[in-house]
């Protein structure tokens, strides 16, 4: 039975993945942290997690990045691995998690759903097939609570993009600014925020005389909880410090 605590336990991720482990009889929650530090389940909730000094195999983090400086130097002190789930790391705070996969094993992902990663590894392939022809564009949609932007998918998106094509890598969040014609070089990247989308991702290859999208629609939050379990028990069960992703934890199934 793995001990496992959960980071952001109060919120929207951190209440799903609560949900599923109760199905699951391998996991058991030893405690949780949250800023918002008040009981709605069976385990302990703190506001500082240098207040649990228990029991935890591994942790898993869906909350935010100001959560980062309280937990990262507590899982490297305590020797616990850690998933981190959470988007919105600015560059200061990704090198931080690379230092901390030097001492434990960090599972890091911007989206833990299979689909999502099987359509990083088909936006691979289809900028390699398909080249400097076409352009592409990416199209994010999310609820009206998300506060980072682009997601965390949307980058994993571009990112796989322009590792296939040496000729782009020029991410554009905005056109509004500059009234020009769109570079060959560029990635667009646009964001929707409304009503209560849990998470849409297109990819726009738009050639001269052929369009083709791939699209990804998350119907639900489940499909994010179940990927976390997943990834916590293969991260509980590394012998190895690193940085793990979703690319090591398929080749493992
Ligand atoms: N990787 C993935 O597959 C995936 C999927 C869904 C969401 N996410 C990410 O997970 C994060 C949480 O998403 P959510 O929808 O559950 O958000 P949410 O706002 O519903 O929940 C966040 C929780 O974290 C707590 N929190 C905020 N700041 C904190 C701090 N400084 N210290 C401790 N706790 C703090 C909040 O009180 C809240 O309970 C976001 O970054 C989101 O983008 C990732």
Redesign the pocket.
């Known amino acids: 039975m793995l001990k496992i605590v959960i980071?952001?336990?109060?919120?929207?991720?951190?209440r799903a993945v609560t949900a599923m482990t109760q199905d699951d009889p391998d996991l058991e929650i030893a405690a949780g942290?949250?800023?918002?530090a008040v009981k709605y389940s069976y385990f302990p909730v703190y506001?500082d997690p240098m207040e649990y000094q228990g029991a935890a195999d591994a942790i898993i983090d869906?909350?935010?990045?100001?959560?980062l400086d309280?937990l990262l130097p507590y899982a490297v002190r305590r020797g616990i691995p850690l998933v981190l789930?959470?988007?919105?790391y600015n560059a200061g705070q990704q090198y931080q998690v690379e230092r901390a996969s030097e001492k434990i094993p960090v599972f890091q992902?911007?989206?833990?759903?299979l689909g999502v990663n099987l359509l990083v590894e088909l936006v691979r392939r289809a900028a390699a097939v398909l080249g400097s022809g076409f352009d592409i564009e990416i199209v994010e949609r999310h609820h009206n609570?998300?506060t980072?932007a682009p997601?965390?998918t949307a980058l994993m998106l571009a990112k796989a993009a322009s590792d296939s094509r040496s000729d782009i890598g020029e991410y554009v969040y905005d056109r509004h600014s500059a009234a020009q014609a769109r570079k060959r070089s560029e990635i667009g990247i646009s964001s929707v925020r409304g009503g209560s989308i849990i998470?849409d991702h297109e990819v726009i290859f738009a050639g001269a005389d052929e369009v083709l999208e791939l699209h990804h629609h998350a119907a639900s939050?489940e499909i994010?909880a179940a990927?976390a379990i997943k990834a916590v028990k293969f991260i509980a069960s590394r012998k190895e410090c690193g940085l793990y992703s979703m690319k090591h934890l398929l080749s493992s199934i």
Do not use: Q
């Open positions: 980071s952001g336990c109060n919120g929207r991720m951190g942290f949250d800023i918002n506001a869906f909350s935010s990045p100001a959560a309280s789930a959470t988007t919105g992902t911007g989206n833990l759903s609570k998300k980072d997601s965390g998470g939050r994010f990927g």
